[in-house]
């Protein structure tokens, strides 16, 4: 009788936004991959310690870190304390993201709401895959699959002006996402792009109505909402290396929304 190969072990995945919704389904999929998950997230609440649990339940070892994404200078200090407790980090997924505080006219949209928003969708999430870039090229790691992931939305190429600072901070990522996977693809770190579509979440539960609406009307191919474990099952299959050869991807997830018709 052969002994079954064992998997190698893939090494130490980052989820931001991991508490619930697309990062809390990541985050657990991942630990079923085998990841050790780090679940990074500004509020600890229930919602944050069901995740940490089904991590556990999966297999997984899990850390849970607070932090905004958004404060730059307190990255370095918490992703040091990652590795410290569980080990190099081979796979970021940059969840973590706010919406517009109201939606409403763009023409009185405020600086404060641009600078909140594109702080911490973008800015932040630039600086954060900068240090984890910079932690995995200085690390050696024979032999295990590194990826990065930018998750990104359908409002990176479709138009919302009721939230407009939000569409301009995730038009952004695509080419965040292509820089980093020109610059690191010689050290095998591959990055991709995530486009989400309509997602049901927490986050949009304002317009749970006025998209369901929408999708039955045919908005997308596919006549329903996403859910997160949709989104999830694309970032751990690729993080396992489903997808070789392709980094530099923008991988829609939307059920055919993207596809433009007349």
Same mark, same amino acid.
């Given at each position: ?7 190698p072990? &893939?090494? #130490?995945?980052?989820? *931001? %936004?991991g ?12 630990? =079923? ?5 780090? /679940?990074?997230?500004? #509020? =600890?609440?229930?919602d ?10 999966? %297999? ?8 905004d ?10 992703i040091?304390?990652i590795?410290?407790?569980?080990g190099?980090? *081979? ?15 763009? $023409?009185?949209a405020?600086?404060? @709401?641009?600078?909140?928003? /594109?702080?911490?969708?973008? =800015? ?7 240090a984890v870039a910079?932690h995995?090229v200085q690390? @050696?790691?024979?032999g295990?699959?590194r990826?990065i ?7 990176? !190429?479709?138009?919302?002006?009721e ?9 952004? $990522? &695509?080419?965040?996402?292509?820089m980093?996977?020109?610059? $690191? ?10 486009q989400?579509?309509l997602?049901? *979440?927490?986050m949009?539960? @304002?317009v ?7 999708i039955?009307?045919? /908005? ?5 909402w996403g ?5 999830a099952? #694309?970032?751990?299959?690729? @993080?396992?290396g489903?997808?070789?050869f392709? *980094?530099?991807?923008?991988?829609? /997830?939307?059920g %055919?929304? !993207?596809? !433009?018709?007349?």
């Amino acid at each position: 009788m052969h002994e079954q190969a064992q998997r190698p072990d &893939p090494g #130490v995945a980052i989820v *931001t %936004g991991g508490r619930r919704g697309i990062g809390g389904a990541t985050a657990v999929h991942l630990a =079923r991959a085998g990841y050790s998950v780090a /679940v990074v997230d500004v #509020v =600890r609440d229930a919602d944050a310690d069901e995740t940490v649990r089904r991590i556990d339940e999966a %297999g997984g070892k899990a850390a849970f870190v607070q932090a905004d994404i958004g404060d730059v200078d307190a990255q370095p200090a918490w992703i040091a304390r990652i590795v410290e407790t569980l080990g190099p980090i *081979t796979c970021l997924v940059n969840n973590a993201g706010v919406n517009v505080p109201v939606r409403g006219d763009m $023409l009185e949209a405020t600086p404060e @709401a641009f600078d909140r928003v /594109v702080g911490i969708n973008l =800015r932040g999430t630039f600086f954060l895959t900068q240090a984890v870039a910079r932690h995995m090229v200085q690390t @050696a790691a024979p032999g295990v699959q590194r990826s990065i992931f930018v998750v990104s939305s359908a409002n990176a !190429h479709m138009a919302s002006p009721e939230k407009a600072v939000y569409c301009l901070a995730k038009s952004a $990522l &695509p080419m965040l996402a292509r820089m980093f996977a020109a610059r $690191l693809g010689e050290h095998g770190i591959d990055v991709f792009e995530i486009q989400p579509g309509l997602i049901k *979440t927490t986050m949009n539960e @304002a317009v749970w109505d006025t998209y369901g609406q929408a999708i039955a009307n045919g /908005v997308s191919p596919t006549r329903r909402w996403g859910t997160p474990d949709d989104v999830a099952q #694309v970032i751990s299959s690729v @993080a396992r290396g489903l997808m070789p050869f392709c *980094t530099g991807t923008t991988i829609p /997830v939307g059920g %055919g929304l !993207h596809i !433009h018709r007349l």
